[in-house]
């Protein structure tokens, strides 16, 4: 469901001095798409505090619809991983044969009208799950709510690129090269002196790639936070969000950096305080549950042995998306006090790869 919401917003707080942008410069492009939002005002803008990559707005119209701004942080490290056209035409192509998309406005390719690309959808109204449910689910609720994501997830390794008009993402056999390859060199190049090398991981991972099991649309950033589920219905998923990194990839990598977000139950004190989400509820499946359940519905098989690659990738990628964060506080690009802990974050999971390497050797 998309449309007009009159209550608050979960997550949306006022804008951030430094993410502000020109809301009547915004008005005036949206009016200018013409149809149904050539008379749009924009009553409110709020920003919403979840998330640490691009920067997500809602803008609130007179008339009670609610739409979604997303750009790029300022003093961008990577901007390759910021391409808002890019995230819009995904979006876009997907929305015939999987309707789990917002429907899309528009995009700005005019970096004069705000500073930035940026583009525009429309608000897919659910519950989306902070570091903590919504609402109250009982153990059955939750395993419901866990089995239905993952599903999600199998549905969308499903889609046929080609016939989404994606196959242009597919880069060929080597996906799993291409990212070990490409993370450690973009790790290198926003580690900062206050942060372990990560040289024995980056190693390992080198040494210990596995070919490709297949290539299918992948996520790359499926998470419980960027999931909307019903209202009504809150175990059922009705829109996945954040599209920034999605491509034709291995699914099992898309399955690994998943887990690494992944906290459970029974995880130790210091894993808990880097929780985000979630998936320690009762009823949710620990992390070895998740890889059986969804390669069993994947038609995949994984030991797991095979399975420490993926597991320690994961980890590892978060390492430095974290780090790219952590550079830009630590540069001064951004003044917002949430990343500045960002670098012990990276330590802790240089830590908990390294352990993983030393149980698996």
């Given at each position: 469901m998309t449309g007009a919401a009159e209550s608050p917003v979960a997550g949306a707080r006022e804008v951030r001095a430094e993410d502000a942008f020109d809301v009547d410069a915004v008005q005036?492009?949206?009016?200018?798409?013409?149809?149904?939002?050539?008379?749009?005002?924009?009553?409110?803008?709020?920003?919403?505090?979840?998330?640490?990559s691009n920067l997500t707005f809602l803008l609130r119209l007179a008339g009670g619809q609610d739409l979604i701004l997303r750009r790029p942080p300022s003093g961008t490290k990577a901007k390759g991983a910021h391409d808002m056209g890019r995230e819009y035409r995904i979006q876009a192509a997907l929305a015939p044969v999987f309707p789990y998309v917002a429907p899309m406005v528009g995009h700005c390719d005019d970096e004069s009208v705000i500073g930035s690309e940026f583009y525009v959808m429309e608000r897919i109204i659910g519950e989306i799950p902070g570091k903590d449910f919504n609402v109250e689910l009982d153990a059955a609720q939750g395993r419901e709510l866990c089995t239905n994501t993952f599903d999600l997830l199998v549905a969308l390794h499903a889609v046929d690129p080609a016939e989404a008009g994606l196959d242009v993402l597919d880069k060929g056999p080597g996906y799993v090269a291409r990212q070990v390859g490409g993370w450690s060199s973009r790790?290198?190049?926003?580690?900062?002196?206050?942060?372990?090398?990560?040289?024995?991981?980056?190693?390992?991972?080198?040494?210990?790639?596995?070919?490709?099991?297949?290539?299918?649309?992948?996520?790359?950033?499926f998470r419980l936070d960027n999931i909307v589920y019903d209202t009504d219905e809150p175990t059922r998923p009705i829109g996945l969000l954040d599209w920034e990194m999605a491509t034709v990839g291995d699914p099992l990598m898309d399955l690994g950096c998943t887990m690494a977000y992944w906290i459970q139950a029974d995880d130790d004190e210091m894993l808990q305080l880097t929780r985000m989400q979630p998936s320690n509820a009762p009823g949710m499946l620990g992390r070895r549950e998740v890889v059986r359940y969804y390669c069993e519905r994947a038609g995949l098989e994984v030991t797991d042995e095979q399975w420490l690659f993926y597991e320690v990738f994961g980890l590892f990628r978060l390492a430095v998306i974290a780090q790219q964060i952590y550079y830009r506080y630590f540069h001064g690009?951004?003044?917002?006090?949430?990343?500045?802990?960002?670098?012990?974050?990276?330590?802790?999971l240089d830590q908990r790869c390294r352990a993983l390497i030393g149980a698996g050797a």
């Open positions: 005036d492009w949206l009016r200018g798409l013409g149809g149904a939002w050539a008379d749009a005002e924009i009553a409110d803008v709020r920003q919403f505090s979840a998330g640490a790790f290198r190049k926003a580690v900062t002196p206050d942060v372990p090398d990560l040289e024995q991981v980056m190693g390992w991972l080198d040494a210990h790639q596995p070919d490709d099991v297949r290539r299918c649309l992948i996520h790359n950033d690009q951004t003044t917002n006090p949430k990343f500045a802990p960002f670098g012990m974050l990276v330590d802790m």
